[in-house]
């Protein structure tokens, strides 16, 4: 980190003199790539609305972790897991449409989570943070949990990436040719809980589907192979990432609400100049 | 699961047998005692009315569906053979939004290279070899969900052919392809059958087609109902009942 706060101490950038900025730069660098890849595939096997769902899910556990005194971050992970476990089970055993249980699971979700945050006339103020996220107050240490969950995301990536497409593409094919089609989904879906349960605190419930869905819908606008859609994507999230921080921090806005705004813009322009591929 | 092994019976050529398969979804009986034996080399066409159970029959011989009964592979000369089998999906819808290429497609299927650092030169070659068992070379770089019907089925054929398979299972080929697109796919497994030496089973509601490629067709509706020489069975009384058809029709 010394070397880090060196190198921007020695740059010309006023706005990154300042070690939270460093800090917050830093985190953005890890997010963005994260938000990148799995924005491709939630963007791909149509799970949108169901990563919205997800955030709403660590909020609730955020607010068990508070009202029992246990860490709220890891109760937040453990509630959002057994969330996604609870409702790929109910879906596979449900003939209901996907986007019904959603709202089902999601709406109780939010209600719980209010419901427990407020019991015996509890302030709500302090969950805003979580609500809005603030990614300037990360910290070395979280920094460094960042890291490691990038580093885990892009091994998984690399080693499940073909299958998560195939199953997300075309779910009886990837049965035909031998793969698991719900044990790869339940794996991923789990996947998405951990990250967005993490990133809540810097990004915020309210910005986290835009940063999980914009990148992705963004790339599909211009890209006609997997290698342009996953390039186009983490190009933008990091673009919208280093602008939204420097906007945020010259208007004295929210840098949560400044990359979602950036990567809007970014959807707007890609949707112009969408290719017609073929 | 399937369990394929070698009983006897095929003397000079590779088969498969089902036999007395039965299948049971939920409390319904969809199959009933389904007995078949098909020849490698042979064209095989499965044909009935919409829910006799002609999908459910290949999901069973594919193993996604539990069954009681037999179904056997043999080769001869061997004492225990394991079947390849290679499938095309009924009307496979590709979202025309998904930016896969066809060679995304075949990395996800054949490479441990992940397919999102694009296809590696040998891949590539590899790509290119089956397409061209297809006449499908330029499909390469298409998305394909910009595919036609015809196309789709050529790729989705490949892909099926990598690595080659004893049995080619393909549910509905024929629907949502033109005329000339359907010749052209029936010409392109009759070729296919004759160079591999490979069993294709089919189904389809095209009759048309079935006097000049099957060897055989087989009536389905919950249980075999008629089999034999396309002109046998479609000339059959059981023909006309299951598909309510008049005398002379």
Known sequence: MQLWYALWDALPFELLHWDFMK??????????????LLSTMIVTGRMSFFSDALGHSAFTGIAIGCICGLAPTAVAVAFSVAFALLFSWVRSRSNQAADTLIGVFSSTAVALGIFIATLG????????????????????????????????????WVLFGNRLVLVSIHPQLAS???????????????????VVT?????????????????????????????????????????????????????LGASTGAAISLCLAVIFSVSFVFRKKVS | MIN?????????????????????????????????????????????PNGAGKSTLLKTLLGEREFDGNIIFSVPGARRAKARIGYVPQTPNFDPGDPVSVADLFNCCLSRRPAFLG??????????????????????????????????????????????????????????????????????????????????????????????????????DHEVKCQGTPEEVLGSAEFRTAFRMKEGT
Not at chain 1, 129 to 145: F, H, M, Q, R
């Open chain 1, 176 to 194: 035909s040719r031998g793969l698991k089609v719900k044990t790869t989904q339940t794996i991923f879906t789990v996947c998405i809980a951990v």
């Open chain 2, 119 to 220: 296809a590696s030169k040998s891949d590539r070659e590899l790509i290119l070899e089956c397409l061209d068992r297809v006449h499908g070379e330029d499909l390469i770089d298409k998305r394909v969900g910009t595919l036609s019907g015809g196309e789709l089925q050529r790729v989705l054929l490949a892909l099926a052919l990598e690595p080659m398979p004893n049995i080619l299972i393909l549910d509905e080929p024929l629907s949502g392809v033109d005329i000339e697109g359907q010749t052209g796919l029936m010409d392109m497994l009759d070729e296919i059958r004759r160079d591999y030496d490979l069993s294709i089973l089919m189904t389809t509601h095209d009759f048309s087609m079935l006097s000049r490629y099957a060897d055989r067709v087989v009536l389905i």
């Open chain 2, 4 to 48: 394929l092994f070698h009983s006897g019976g095929c003397h000079d050529s590779c088969c498969l047998k089902v036999q007395n398969v039965t299948v049971r979804i939920g409390g319904d009986r969809i199959l009933k005692d389904v007995n078949l034996h098909v020849h490698c080399g042979q064209l095989v066409a499965l044909i009935g």
């Open chain 1, 198 to 250: 993490l990133a809540i605190n810097w990004v915020g419930l309210l910005m986290l589907n835009s940063l999980l869905v914009l990148p992705a819908a963004s790339a599909r606008n211009v890209s006609k192979n997997l290698r342009q859609y996953h390039g186009f994507s983490v190009l933008f999230a990091l673009l919208a990432s280093l602008i939204g921080l420097s906007v945020s921090y010259h």
């Open chain 1, 121 to 156: 006339g509890g302030s709500f103020t302090k969950y805003n943070k979580y609500l809005i996220g603030d990614v300037l107050s990360v910290t070395p240490a979280e920094i460094g949990v960042l890291a490691i969950v990038l580093l885990c995301v892009a091994v998984f």
């Open chain 1, 23 to 36: 800090n917050a730069l830093l985190a953005l660098l890890l997010l963005a790539p994260l938000f990148g």
